[in-house]
């Protein structure tokens, strides 16, 4: 068996684009000005890990209008989500042992 941190998506793991990752996972499409206060990075700094994300199919972006203003949404493409899921249960398998749901564990067992 490999270890989990072998099934991180390294282009994932940058801070800046889990947290891009993990706000658009709750939401259908997220404006680029909520995402940029949610995840608190300047805009050249989100458009620059929006277009990596995109350019690897996980995030699709849409311009558009609202009344005569311009206006960016972000969302996560099935393959983003699938990706993003795969990398937050390799890191939760990384935390909580290969084990966690195991209760055939004598050591944890008298830890408890």
């Known amino acids: 068996m490999t270890h989990p941190r072998h099934r991180l ?3 994932i793991h940058s801070p800046v684009r889990l947290s891009i990752m993990a706000a658009l996972r709750s939401a259908e499409a997220v404006h680029f000005g909520l995402l940029r206060d949610t995840v608190e990075v300047s805009d050249s700094l ?5 277009t990596a994300l995109e350019s690897a199919g996980y995030v699709e972006v849409t311009k558009g209008y609202v009344g005569r203003r311009p206006r960016t949404w972000c969302s996560l493409t099935p393959e983003g989500r699938a990706a993003f899921d795969a990398h937050i249960a390799a890191l939760r398998e990384i935390v909580q042992g290969p084990d966690s749901g195991n209760g055939d564990d004598p050591a944890r067992a008298a830890a408890q």
């Not at 989100?46 to 929006?50: D, F, Q, V, W």
């Open 46 to 50: 989100l458009s620059k890990h929006i």
């Open 9 to 11: 998506e390294d282009l």
